[in-house]
Every structure is written in structure tokens, then in C-alpha cells.
T-cell receptor
Framework: GAVVSQHPSRVICKSGTSVKIECRSL??????MFWYRQFPKQSLMLMAT?????????EQGVEKDKFLINHASLTLSTLTVTSAHPEDSSFYIC??????????FGPGTRLTVT | AQKVTQAQTEISVVEKEDVTLDCVYE???????LFWYKQPPSGELVFLIR??????QNEISGRYSWNFQKSTSSFNFTITASQVVDSAVYFC???????????????FGKGTKLSVKP
């Protein structure tokens, strides 16, 4: 069964609103989670590294004030897209590295901003 | 800098044909991991293989096989006797191998869209 879940799987929101995406590690604790973004017909690009109990590390070009990441527990990381715009429409995927060094991906969240 | 190149953007084959997806990588790390993932239209990534840079042995799993050659920095993926269900986008990826064997974030290639026609 799935070891990483994401909620919601799909979300449509209006421009200017905020959207929160959850990434849960179901079977193990994870001190580190990764957030990726995939635009249509493109590859996955790392947005940020989420560290439990500390601030997230963002990749160059990713606005930390727009994409708020909170890794409040060892099983949950959240990504909040603030003041969303149509260009933020994308497929957001999280991944978790388990203690056995395997990396597990969530099923992804498809965000559409109208 | 790390980089993964999948030169083939799209490949179309007829069912039962063999097909090879190419992957070339660049890294300054002496130890690293290489991966292949399948992404069907649903979007969920399906893990296919992880290869440690220490291990250059080729691997076969059913109709799938992988050819890892450090000398040419390549990690090619072959599907034998392709089937319609193999149609998907396939990503090759690279990550650093951290202390203790853990993985860093993945650097993905641009993907190869494989269409298998009946």
C-alpha cells in the first residue's frame, strides 16, 4: 500500500486565494521531505527541502514567501501556495526518504488556479 | 553540477518491439544513485529501479533491463517485447549518495514519452 499520501489530489481555486497541500508519511518517520513541481509536459523540478523542526531550504528562483512550507511533525509536511495565480497551476509532488534509504513519492496534487 | 539528459523526447513503437530509452548523466560526486521512474497519465510516479554507483552490473527484471556504464555515464533502459500498457513517460534521475547511504533530492531528466501502439 501507499507509504506517502497527499491531500488533496486535485484542487481548483480562484486567483488570489491560498491553497494548502499536505504530505503525510504513513509508515515511517521522516526528518526530510522534498517538494517538487511539474508543469504540463515538463520534468519534475525540486522546489524545496522540508526539514522537521527547522526552516525549509528553497531552490533558487522559488519564492519562499509565496510557497510556505511547514514541517511540524515527523510525518507531516505542508505546502501552502499563497495568493495563487494561474501560472502556479501545476502538479505538486512530495517525496520522503525513509530510514531504509528508499525514497517514496506521494501521488501528487494537481492545482488549477482560475 | 548534476545533470541528467534524456535526448529522446518521444518514441513510438509497435507492440512486441523492443525499445531502449537513453539516459546520460553528469555529476562530480564519486558516489551517487541512479533511478528510473514511470509516470502514467494519472501522474503518480512508479519506481522502477535504483542503482548504486558502486554497482555496474546490469539488471534484468522481467521484460525490463538496465545497462549501467560509468565509462560513458549512461544508464539506459530497455523494454523487451513492449506492450500497450508500457505507454507512459519515463524519467531517469540522479541523486547524491549521502553519508550512511541515504539519498539526496532527485535530479530528473526531461523524460521520454513512450507510445506503444497495438
Amino acid at each position: 500500500g501507499a507509504v506517502v499520501s497527499q491531500h488533496p489530489s486535485r484542487v481548483i481555486c480562484k486567483s488570489g486565494t491560498s491553497v494548502k497541500i499536505e504530505c503525510r508519511s504513513l509508515d515511517f518517520q521522516a526528518t526530510t521531505m522534498f517538494w517538487y513541481r511539474q508543469f504540463p509536459k515538463q520534468s519534475l523540478m525540486l522546489m524545496a527541502t522540508s526539514n522537521e523542526g527547522s526552516k525549509a531550504t528553497y531552490e533558487q528562483g522559488v519564492e519562499k514567501d509565496k510557497f510556505l512550507i511547514n514541517h511540524a511533525s515527523l510525518t507531516l509536511s505542508t505546502l501552502t501556495v499563497t495568493s495563487a495565480h494561474p501560472e502556479d497551476s501545476s502538479f505538486y509532488i512530495c517525496s520522503v526518504v525513509a530510514a531504509n534509504y528508499e525514497q517514496y513519492f506521494g501521488p501528487g496534487t494537481r492545482l488549477t488556479v482560475t | 553540477a548534476q545533470k541528467v539528459t534524456q535526448a529522446q523526447t518521444e518514441i513510438s513503437v509497435v507492440e512486441k518491439e523492443d525499445v531502449t530509452l537513453d539516459c546520460v548523466y553528469e555529476t562530480r560526486d564519486t558516489t551517487y544513485y541512479l533511478f528510473w521512474y514511470k509516470q502514467p497519465p494519472s501522474g503518480e510516479l512508479v519506481f522502477l529501479i535504483r542503482r548504486n554507483s558502486f554497482d555496474e552490473q546490469n539488471e534484468i527484471s522481467g521484460r525490463y533491463s538496465w545497462n549501467f556504464q560509468k565509462s560513458t555515464s549512461s544508464f539506459n533502459f530497455t523494454i523487451t517485447a513492449s506492450q500497450v500498457v508500457d505507454s507512459a513517460v519515463y524519467f531517469c534521475a540522479l541523486s547524491e549518495r549521502r553519508y550512511g547511504g541515504s539519498q539526496g533530492n532527485l535530479i530528473f531528466g526531461k523524460g521520454t514519452k513512450l507510445s506503444v501502439k497495438p
